[in-house]
């Protein structure tokens, strides 16, 4: 891991939760926050420990850990107990509840856990971002997936539905984290 010069880190699966983490963030105006690539839901808890382990976390007050709850049974509880477990792990403070920081502590930072797209909920960041396109833009989405004969999985649903979005743009784009950054995104 590279030194750590923030003050506060959101730590997700890819490139493409990093892009769109920034572009959220700078849509807000919040800075000095680190969003920090884990390069897979199966990395956190390795990544975790090395976080701690880094230059520089002396100085970190806030960690968020942020995944997709993905599918199937239980998948957002076992999302939730999977970066709880990473904390547990690494020696940091355990939140109880997904969106909420644990207490201040003098020595180790807070931290939060957040599954998307929402609390309690199965899917990805995808899903979250599908339900930022105008109404009139979802029901083409929906109708050219209808006809088509051959679907996506279930599991991959709404990735192919953002990608059949994104691809019918202007200048199309492949990738949910660029189009963030690109503001073809509503943040």
């Known amino acids: 891991m590279e030194v750590i010069a923030n003050k506060s880190i959101i730590a997700v699966e890819g490139k493409d939760e990093v892009n769109f983490f920034e572009a959220f963030?700078?849509?807000l105006a919040i800075q000095d926050v680190k969003v920090q690539n884990f390069e897979g839901k199966d990395n956190f808890r390795k990544n975790t420990n090395?976080?701690?382990?880094?230059?520089?976390?002396?100085?970190?007050?806030?960690?968020?850990?942020?995944?997709?709850?993905?599918?199937?049974?239980?998948?957002?509880?076992?999302?939730?107990?999977?970066?709880?477990?990473?904390?547990?792990?690494?020696?940091?403070?355990?939140?109880?509840?997904?969106?909420?920081?644990?207490?201040?502590e003098k020595?180790?930072?807070?931290?939060?856990?957040?599954?998307?797209?929402?609390?309690g909920s199965v899917g990805t960041l995808e899903n979250l971002c599908l339900d930022s396109i105008l109404a009139e833009e979802r029901?083409?989405?929906e109708a050219f997936f209808e006809c088509m004969p051959e679907k996506p999985a279930e599991k991959n649903l709404s990735k192919a539905k953002v990608q059949a979005y994104l691809a019918a743009k202007k200048e199309p784009i492949n990738s949910l984290g660029l189009a963030s950054k690109k503001k073809l995104l509503e943040l």
């Open 25 to 27: 963030l700078q849509h």
């Open 50 to 104: 090395a976080l701690k382990l880094s230059s520089g976390f002396d100085k970190v007050e806030k960690i968020i850990l942020v995944r997709d709850a993905d599918f199937g049974e239980n998948a957002p509880e076992n999302a939730f107990k999977s970066l709880q477990d990473a904390l547990e792990k690494a020696g940091l403070p355990i939140p109880t509840k997904q969106g909420q920081f644990t207490k201040k």
């Open 107 to 119: 020595t180790l930072p807070q931290t939060a856990i957040y599954i998307m797209p929402y609390k």
């Open 139 to 141: 029901k083409c989405i």
